[in-house]
């Protein structure tokens, strides 16, 4: 069964630092773009970051400049490096990735991680 497992998540005061990772574990699959998304409690689930199979990035132009996506496509894990926090960024953070099995493409989606920045 192929699933994602996030870490990285955390308390940290204003300005400071974050890395998250999502890992995809299982067999016989083959990985498209990679996102990260994040939700604060009544709001919808926002876009953040994504990366393609060649590399190509995309950035929410609130994260743009302190945030950066990246891929280690030999460990099947793409992370998160989040700098310059602010207490806006408070949320939980989602990645998700399209998978593509023999049986077909999967959208797939990881547990979530909470991220607080606060003084």
């Known amino acids: 069964q192929v699933q994602l497992v996030e870490s990285g998540g955390g308390l940290v005061q204003p300005g400071g630092s974050l890395r998250l990772s999502c890992a995809v574990s299982?067999?016989?699959?083959?990985?498209?773009?990679m996102n990260w998304y994040r939700q604060v409690p009544g709001k919808q689930r926002e876009l953040v970051a994504g990366?393609?199979?060649?590399?190509?990035?995309d950035y929410e132009d609130s994260v743009k400049g302190r945030f950066t996506i990246s891929r280690d496509n030999a460990k099947n894990t793409v992370y998160l490096q989040m700098n310059s926090l602010k207490p806006e960024d408070t949320a939980v953070y989602y990645c998700n990735a399209d998978i593509y099995l023999t049986t077909g493409r999967r959208i797939l989606w990881g547990q979530g991680t909470q991220v607080t920045v606060s003084s």
């Open positions: 299982g067999s016989s699959f083959i990985i498209g773009t």
């Open positions: 990366i393609t199979g060649h590399g190509s990035t």
